[in-house]
């Protein structure tokens, strides 16, 4: 009796020691509902490049890429569609890429707007429309080319050394803007003219144009259009196209600058401020997190706090260049959800933009990739990982802070309250470990975990019942309801 009593006590103590032990290794989070930041706006990708291909699809293969990107049930639910404005590079050789270079809505030979060119990419709007995209946003690479100094789509110091323009330093190159002055009422007029004929002649929800893209790189190479300017040039050209939107009375915002990276931005944000007009007028900026880190998001974060305060912010563009995991795999789609976790709880953004909705094969930055022949469609896990944020965080969800003392490098997360009422959190594990989680929802309401959602190496945006567990290198989505 003796012993059985020994041993019972041993097995409690044992039993004890593991849940301590589980304790200590428990991943905690603890959400603060009673201080809500940034409204979400929602998420969305480009159709650059691809859109002039699968645009001439039969309608069930190309619908079958806009299912993916923009159903909320059978997709991913983005809400936002990107459609470029092309230069009409699409026979100048001057462009090395022939997948890269575009027509445009304006016949640079006749001066004349047609409706009918680049009509492949304008049919993809409309079936991204179709399909679930709530928002069109128009953007700009380059202005026509036949409103630009040296008559391509790209600037150069030197217009024959198409060659040679791959050796250039980047940063030794003497930066030129491709536009003048004198051609930027014409640039506003085409602009608005376009935006105008979507808006109103084709009923698209054109909510917002960018008439400038990453404007700090120089753009020489001959891989794709696109168009430098200065600070000040920026700021110029912005109030050209603001001036022509207010004369047409036209209900659409312009966001400015989608400066490449976060460590380029504020130098592009600081004409904006010294402007009264463009600092009355300016309701959204833009930026692109290339080449950034988390300090770079914090300094612009406080200089908008303090500058610019009303000013919205959008991540417009984003895709993995930097690293050599396949965004086929889930250590290369990873690094996306720490990025998209770090930008909307650092830099506080509203939507967060994908560059480039579908690639074909051998491309790596695309969320679904494609075989030009057999128009086979494949998503990335890029694709999914994204997923588990633009299918969950419905356009209305207000971020929550979210203390831990978990390292943000392994264990990123971040919350939300849904328009419903509901709260989101989501949460990454870098490690290779599995993680017992322990998510604290603050206030007087009791809330209980209603499924989880997770994505890794074998799973796609797999729901679950309620789970504690955080798979190894995973993301996770869990939906917390209030408890009547």
């Avoid at 896990?381 to 588990?388: D, E, N, P």
Wanted: net charge neutral; aromatic share 8%.
């Amino acid at each position: 009796m003796k012993n059985k009593i020994v041993f019972i006590l041993l097995a409690f103590c044992l039993c004890a020691g593991s849940y301590a032990q589980g304790g200590r290794d428990a991943i905690s989070f603890t959400v603060d509902t009673a201080n809500p930041a940034q409204e979400i706006l929602g998420f969305g990708a480009s159709s650059c490049w691809w859109a002039p291909e699968v645009g001439g699809w039969p309608e069930a293969d190309r619908r079958e890429i806009l299912r993916l990107l923009y159903d909320k049930k059978t997709g991913i639910g983005l809400t936002i569609h990107r459609h470029n404005l092309g230069a009409d590079t699409l026979d100048d050789t001057f462009l090395d890429n022939d997948m890269r270079r575009t027509q445009s809505m304006l016949d640079t030979k006749t001066g004349r707007l047609d409706w009918t060119r680049d009509a492949n990419a304008v049919r993809v709007m409309r079936d991204a429309v179709a399909a679930g995209a709530e928002q069109v946003i128009l953007f700009v690479n380059s202005p026509p080319v036949s409103m630009t100094i040296n008559g391509h789509g790209r600037p150069t110091t030197d217009p024959a050394a198409k060659q040679d323009a791959r050796k250039l330093d980047n940063k030794t190159v003497r930066k030129t803007t491709n536009l003048a002055p004198e051609r930027y009422a014409d640039f506003a007029a085409y602009v608005a003219e376009i935006t105008e004929h979507f808006l109103r002649v084709d009923k698209l929800p054109i909510v917002a144009v960018s008439p400038i893209n990453e404007p700090g790189h120089h753009w020489q190479t001959p891989k794709q259009e696109g168009c430098y300017y200065t600070p000040d040039q920026a700021a110029a050209v912005i109030k050209a196209v603001l001036a022509e939107f207010k004369r047409r009375d036209l209900p659409v915002r312009i966001e400015p600058t989608e400066s490449e990276s976060w460590k380029n931005a504020i130098p592009y944000y600081e004409p904006l401020l010294r402007d009264p007009e463009l600092r009355a007028t300016l309701t959204d900026l833009c930026v692109h997190s290339y080449g950034s880190d988390t300090e770079s998001k914090r300094k612009v974060r406080e200089w908008l706090d303090k500058n610019l305060p009303q000013a919205r912010l959008h991540m417009s563009e984003w895709c993995d260049m930097r690293g050599t995991d396949k965004p086929t795999t889930i250590a290369g789609a990873l690094p996306f959800a720490r990025m998209m976790i770090e930008d909307f709880t650092v830099g506080r953004v509203r939507t967060w933009q994908y560059w480039r909705g579908a690639a074909n094969f051998g491309s790596h930055d695309g969320l679904v990739n494609y075989d030009s022949e057999t128009r086979k469609v494949t998503p990335n896990k890029v694709f999914w990982v994204i997923g588990q944020f633009s299918r969950y965080l419905v356009k209305g969800s207000v971020m929550l802070p979210v203390k831990t003392q978990a390292p943000a490098g392994q264990f990123p997360a971040m919350a939300a309250r849904l328009p419903d009422g509901r709260i989101a959190v989501i949460c990454a594990n870098l490690t290779n470990e599995s993680k017992p989680l322990a998510i604290d929802i603050t206030g007087r309401e009791t809330w209980r975990q209603q499924f989880r959602a997770f994505t890794d190496a074998s799973n796609d945006i797999a729901e679950t019942p309620a789970s504690d567990t955080l798979p190894p290198r995973s993301v996770v989505t869990l939906i917390f309801e209030k408890q009547k």
